[in-house]
Nanobody, 122 residues
Framework: QVQLVESGGGLVQAGGSLRLSCAAS????????MAWFRQAPGKEREFVAR????????YYADSVKGRFTISRDGAKRTVYLQMNSLKPEDTAVYYC???????????????WGQGTQVTVSS
């Protein structure tokens, strides 16, 4: 059974940093794209960043480019999202996802974690 388990969310002041983790298990993800999405109250779930498990090619939403970094550790089967220079508008539930397409839409991802709350105070 595939499981994606996020951790690392919390409350941080604007300008601060957090690192989210996503522990993956249940299958081989070598051909998968791993992504982070986020959903703020009353808004649609939106793409944040993705990384191809094999090769490590990354892609970011314009809103986080230069502030967030996605990475993965194959030995730990974990994907990370380092978030720096956080803004109040980054407040959302952050979800880890896995899929075989490099599309930014939620439809492209087959597996999802339960989410972790990130709150940035002004």
């Amino acid at each position: 059974q595939v499981q994606l388990v996020e951790s690392g969310g919390g409350l941080v002041q604007a300008g601060g940093s957090l690192r989210l983790s996503c522990a993956a298990s249940g299958r081989t993800f070598s051909s998968y794209y791993m992504a982070w999405f986020r959903q703020a109250p009353g808004k649609e779930r939106e793409f944040v960043a993705r990384i191809r498990w094999s090769g490590g090619i990354t892609y970011y939403a314009d809103s986080v480019k230069g502030r967030f970094t996605i990475s993965r550790d194959g030995a730990k089967r974990t994907v990370y999202l380092q978030m720096n220079s956080l803004k109040p508008e980054d407040t959302a539930v952050y979800y880890c996802a896995a899929g075989t397409s490099n599309d930014a839409g939620t439809w492209a991802y087959d597996y999802w974690g339960q989410g972790t709350q990130v709150t940035v105070s002004s």
